[in-house]
């Protein structure tokens, strides 16, 4: 069984930054992509920023240049620094991992219980 552990968010004012942090643990042989998605209220779920083994980092238009995701593969840890942050960025932020259970695995998605990150002054 895997789980996510995540951290980090809150109340931040316009211009202000926040550092999410999400830890893997568990039965885990290799993890594919780590990265974050975020959901507003009455909007649908979008990406924000992912690092995967055969693309790379990526990240969503609306948070270049502002927000930088990085990984820790020897703690199976993905962190989202977000700077210059918007009322726009206001959402609850999941974590997302896809690895491999085993060496045949074909892969699976795991989720965080997602936190809360509200920008406004």
């Known amino acids: 069984q895997v789980q996510l552990v995540e951290s980090g968010g809150g109340l931040v004012q316009p211009g202000g930054s926040l550092r999410l942090s999400c830890a893997a643990s568990?039965?885990?042989?290799?993890?594919?992509?780590m990265g974050w998605y975020r959901q507003a209220p009455a909007k649908q779920r979008e990406l924000v920023a992912l690092?995967?083994?055969?693309?790379?980092?990526n990240y969503a238009d609306p948070v270049k240049g502002r927000f930088t995701v990085s990984r820790d593969n020897a703690k199976n840890t993905v962190l989202l620094q977000m700077n210059s942050l918007k009322p726009e960025d206001t959402a609850v932020y999941s974590c997302?991992?896809?690895?491999?259970?085993?060496?045949?695995?074909?892969?699976?998605?795991?989720w965080g219980q997602g936190t809360q990150v509200i920008v406004s002054s």
């Open positions: 568990g039965t885990i042989y290799r993890i594919n992509a």
């Open positions: 690092i995967t083994n055969d693309t790379g980092t």
């Open positions: 997302y991992v896809s690895l491999q259970i085993t060496a045949s695995d074909s892969g699976r998605n795991y």
